[in-house]
Every structure is written in C-alpha cells, then in structure tokens.
C-alpha cells in the first residue's frame, strides 16, 4: 500500500488517498498537478485529492493515524 498525504499553509499532513502502486500514486500525482512552484508548492486540479493544498507527500508507511477507509483508493481522474 502507498500513501498519498496532503498539507497546506497552517495545516498539518493529512492522508488524501491510497493507492496499490507507487507508480499509480505518481501518475495520479502527475495528472492532478497543474503548477509547481518553485519553492515546491503546487496548484492542484479542481475536485481532485490534492484540491485545495499545497504540497504532497507520498510514503510506503502510514505516518498519520487516519482511518483508511475515510479516504480515496486507487483515485482517477474518471472519478471526479
């Protein structure tokens, strides 16, 4: 299992999706991104898992205690 986590401005890493793959979180990721900045913020498309962040993290180990089942498996954009 991979973690996607999800953090902005005043507001701690939050776990926004699970995926089975690595390389499935970094497409996702990839497709969700729509800028970088260059000091590693980002803009996120709209109704994606990201939306309204502005950083991502991504781990092979939960590094928060959030239920997973509160949160997106395998998300793609078909599901917005």
Known sequence: ???????????????????DSEPQLLAYVGWATLK???????????????????????SDTPLTGEDLGEVYHNPTPNML
């Open 1 to 19: 299992m991979h973690y996607l986590y999800a953090s902005k401005s005043g507001v701690n890493r939050k776990l926004v999706a699970t995926f």
């Open 36 to 58: 970088t900045n260059a000091d590693g913020t980002g803009k996120f498309e709209q109704g994606s898992a990201l939306a309204g962040y502005q950083r991502w993290e991504k």
